[in-house]
């Protein structure tokens, strides 16, 4: 699904480089390589401030934490993304509102979350799903008029461009109140191992996270919150370091090979591909089709050919067990149901060539001919 050894390859010297400096340098907790990295991300997404932390489950966290929440606060969220964006949620004795999700783009929308809310209800988390920023200017309008905080889970986003209907445009992760993101390997500006981050342009908020990513610590054994110990490691600062100078070239490689893809595989019968929004730009965490019917026969015939593809995701959050007597659902989750039925995501990355998505394409014709 993904190539890291070959984009390694590329950066080799330069990341090596940093590695060794940083273990010559011996600072392994808060090296420097952590501060800079943390200013050349806010710099990158025009954020006041970027708080590093150690997973990007830990960065949803630490947002909800500091937003003051009671215990039975709800929280709304798509039942359609990754158990992270709601676990912590649960975790922390407030209430995931599971809602559903457009089908075309597969984000969360104004309409679905105004129909969830409630006197209880205090935030609401947008995920950008496989790479689409959701349509943030609808979604903070109604959280204004709600006085609701809006969290993004940029986890699979980062980089992704949303244009305002004013012609402004704004890096998803910094419109809302909070962002948060991972570097986890696989995803779009990855590590080698586990990191995350949490943006904010709102200066107290951004403090109060700060402190309680630090053992709720303001200064040496000092603490004004229960907190939490979530760092980024130094080494995987120095690594993010240089990959964040080719986050726009990796994004450009992922877009071109989901124009390939859409080029080739538009107007076969029995596959949808992505819709792009045309406020958002899109960096392809996935490439993901819906295939009505026969999504399982397909994704068998594709990896006795030795294509790998991946169904994100097969359950609805409410269904999941961890989920049972926790949360409540509001209205239909007809799309959600729909879509774990029938999306199928193909290998996209940022080192892939012609030669292996033909390949790829060629197993999709052959099994559709
Ligand atoms: C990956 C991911 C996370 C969690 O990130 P980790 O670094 O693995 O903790 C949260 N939300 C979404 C949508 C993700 O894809």
Redesign the pocket.
Known sequence: MVDLKGQYKKIKAEIDAAVLDCIESTAFINGPAVKIFATSLAQHLDAARVIPCA????A?QIAMMALGLERGDEIIVPAF??I??AEVIGLLGLVPVMVDVDPRTFNITAEHIRKAITPKTKAVVP?H?FGQSADMESIMKLAAEHNLYVIE?T??AIGAEYTFSDGRKQKVGTIGHIG?T???PS?NLGCYG???AIMTNDAQLGEKIQIIANHGQIKKYVHKYIGVNSRLDTLQAAILGVKLKYLNDYSAARRKAADYYDQQLNGIEGITVPVRASNSTHVFHQYTLKVAGNRDELKTFLESKGIPAMIYYPIPLNEQEAFQGLGRVEGSLDVTINLCQTVLSLPIHTEMDTAQQDYIIGGIKEFFK
């Open positions: 997973n990007g489950t830990d949803l993304t990754y992270a964006t995920v799903l889970d986890a699979q948060c991972s570097f986890f995803k586990d990191g995350g």
